[in-house]
Nanobody
Framework: EVQLVESGGGLVQAGGSLRLSCTASGFTFDDYAIGWFRQAPGKEREGISFINLDDGSPYYIDAVKGRFTISSDNAKNTIYLQMNSLKPEDTAVYYC??????????????????WGQGTQVTVSS
């Protein structure tokens, strides 16, 4: 059974940093990809970053490019999202999601079968 557990959210001032972790189990890392999503109140869930776990190739949407970094530590079965220069508009519940490895950047929620429980990130101005 695929399981994903996020941690690392919290309250931070604008300009600050947080590192989210997604600890995964139940699948072979090299066969899977991870997407990070966020959902703000009243908004749809938005894919913001993607990584194939076999080659580590990352992708970011423009809104977070240059501020967020996705990485994986396959020995620890953990995927990270380092978030720097946070803005109030980054406030949301953040989710990691897993799917079978793909050869394109999958950033739509319907493309993922497995989800973590989410972690709240609040950025104050």
């Amino acid at each position: 059974e695929v399981q994903l557990v996020e941690s690392g959210g919290g309250l931070v001032q604008a300009g600050g940093s947080l590192r989210l972790s997604c600890t995964a189990s139940g699948f072979t890392f090299d066969d899977y990809a991870i997407g990070w999503f966020r959902q703000a109140p009243g908004k749809e869930r938005e894919g913001i970053s993607f990584i194939n776990l076999d080659d580590g190739s990352p992708y970011y949407i423009d809104a977070v490019k240059g501020r967020f970094t996705i990485s994986s530590d396959n020995a620890k079965n953990t995927i990270y999202l380092q978030m720097n220069s946070l803005k109030p508009e980054d406030t949301a519940v953040y989710y990691c999601a897993a799917r079978v490895r793909t050869y394109y950047y999958a950033l739509f929620a319907y493309e993922y079968a497995h989800w973590g429980q989410g972690t709240q990130v609040t950025v104050s101005s």
